[in-house]
């Protein structure tokens, strides 16, 4: 929902979508060609002050967002920087520090973190309506973008449904317990793929009401500005690909 | 001229079920119809016939005078001439953003980019959510999701428009709106027939009554007439307009004399306001 809230809620919002994914396309590419980790870590920087000073994402929201990413990478990190050593004398496992891999770890980690910024930069700017309708214009196949349309539409109906029908097995002590809790959880489980199945087969009578009778097809939006936007972006990503370029 | 007709359609489900048992009424072109009827008295089983989501197990369908094809391209015509508005938005919306969604059925028409951009912008404006174009459905109210339904199927332009418990979950500001919006797509051309508990509603509203009970249409009335009768709304368990009740309470208290009854509590007052100024003026 931080994701959402911040992708309908920026100033880049009404830019072209797919001048912000040539834009982040850049930031991947110049996060993989960044020869050193500072210049890596430049790069993750550079990204994420545009997200939050460009596009007016709240860092305390960017931050919040970015936090189980960091928090799996730094995991990652610190898996490199140990090894597991299997004893040959007591035949037990021990664990190492690995210093010598301490370069490639700064090396994994910034550029990670470039490449996280980058994707950050799409998804907080961009709601997935505008790239799903981006991804139908770069010819994505019409059976991936309908699953995807369905399942980010369904996402939100089933929230909803579960919140109502926690909020209403509260309201009767539905979680007074941790054994109630339990059953509670597998009635509502139980519930919502019912509900599943039902709705399922509404949308499909909803769709022949409508004519369907095969592919679901859509508007593409359009965007006023898209021309400029997308000049905007390869000026931005052509600068982040020669910084790291230009110290390799 | 009859626009669709139901001719002792029956339909049981095949849990066993009686959707229609012997249903048979007639809707008029360009008029407005408002369908009556208790919880499962098969007013959603018939709405799912007029535009062919259920063929009669027996009886007959006649679309403009023409029993109803149920071939493919039969179909598909019935569906272009139909519209049905769901009860549920939730159940009706599947893309993620409004005009995405209102694309949706002209596209199954099969017209071209242009033209269902065109009619996209403009069914939105129909009901008043041209802002809301770009906007996400699942950060919309339910008042604004019903009314992205209806722009839905306007612009598929059918010429009958059916819509399920329309006013069901809309507070009464939301409810005023709409009833503008149905005005105003009576205004132009458009055949409305709706299902309502409401009995109030459907008295100022609609041009005929039908009223459903048990799988059948119990009786099909000119709202009108309602004024002199009413005994048929209580064989089938409804009561009575609030606004009749209350007009022949003040006839037989001699409070009111005009010969045109009032067929809102708005029409009510205005007409007992003007009798007062009336009174005064004569005095």
């Known amino acids: ?248 | 001229m009859n626009l669709l007709e139901l001719e002792d359609v029956r339909f049981r489900y095949p849990d066993g079920s009686v959707g229609l048992n012997g249903c048979s009424l007639s809707i008029t072109r360009g008029s407005r119809n408002a369908l009556l009827g208790v919880n499962g008295s098969g007013k959603t089983t018939l709405f799912q016939h007029t535009n062919g989501l259920l063929r009669p197990q027996s009886g007959q369908l006649r679309y403009a005078g023409v029993p109803i094809d149920y071939s493919r391209s039969g179909l598909r015509e019935l569906r272009s001439r139909v519209g049905i508005v769901f009860q549920n938005p939730d159940r009706q919306l599947f893309s993620a953003s409004v005009q995405e969604d209102v694309s949706f059925g002209p596209f199954n028409l099969g017209l071209g980019k242009e033209i269902v951009r065109e009619r996209v912008a403009s069914a939105l404006q129909a009901v008043g959510m041209e802002k809301f174009a770009d906007k996400a459905v699942h950060n919309l109210s339910f008042g604004q999701k019903k009314r992205v339904c209806i722009a839905g199927v306007l612009a598929m332009e059918p010429e009958l428009l059916v819509l399920d418990e329309p006013m069901a979950g809309l507070d009464v500001i939301a409810q005023h709106e709409f009833m503008a919006v149905l005005d105003d797509l009576h205004a132009r051309g458009i055949t409305l027939l709706l299902a309502t508990h409401d009995i109030d509603f459907a008295y100022a509203w609609a041009d005929r009554i039908h009223l459903m009970s048990a799988g059948q249409c119990a009786a099909s009335i000119d709202a009108r007439s309602l004024a002199d009768g009413g005994e048929i709304l209580t064989d089938v368990g409804l009561p009575l307009p609030a606004v009749l009740e209350l007009e022949r309470k003040l006839r037989s208290c001699g409070l009111f004399s005009r010969e045109v009854s009032p067929r809102s509590h708005r029409e009510l007052l205005s007409l007992l306001d003007e009798s007062n100024t009336f009174e005064k003026e004569v005095s």
């Open chain 1, 1 to 248: 929902m931080l994701i959402e809230q911040s992708a309908y809620a920026n100033r880049w919002r009404k830019a072209s979508p797919a001048a912000k994914a040539f834009f982040a396309l850049c930031g991947f590419v110049a996060a993989f060609a960044a020869p050193v980790p500072q210049i890596a870590a430049a790069i993750a920087a550079g990204l994420a002050i545009v997200t939050v000073a460009g596009a007016g994402v709240p860092a305390g929201r960017y931050l919040r967002v970015a936090a189980p990413a960091l928090l799996f990478l730094a995991i990652s990190c610190l898996s490199l920087a140990f090894s597991l050593n299997l004893s040959n004398e007591g035949g037990g496992l021990s664990m190492q520090w690995a210093p010598t891999e301490a370069g490639r770890i700064a090396q994994v980690g910034t550029r990670s973190l470039a490449a996280l910024a980058a994707l950050l930069f799409l998804v907080l700017t961009t709601p997935l309506i505008d790239l799903i309708a981006l991804l139908r214009r770069l010819r994505v196949p019409e059976v991936l973008l309908e699953l995807m349309v369905l399942c980010y539409r369904m996402l939100f109906v089933f929230s909803e449904a579960m919140r109502d029908t926690l909020t209403a097995q509260s309201a009767r002590l539905g979680y007074a317990s941790s054994r109630l809790a339990l059953r509670s959880l597998g009635l509502m489980a139980a519930n919502l793929t019912l509900q599943i199945w039902q709705r399922a087969h509404g949308l499909h009578v909803a769709a022949l009401a409508r004519n369907n009778d095969g592919p679901l097809r859509f508007i593409e939006p359009t965007y006023a500005s898209a021309r400029r936007d997308m000049v905007l972006a390869a000026l931005g990503g052509g600068a982040l690909i020669a910084i790291s370029w230009a110290f390799s």
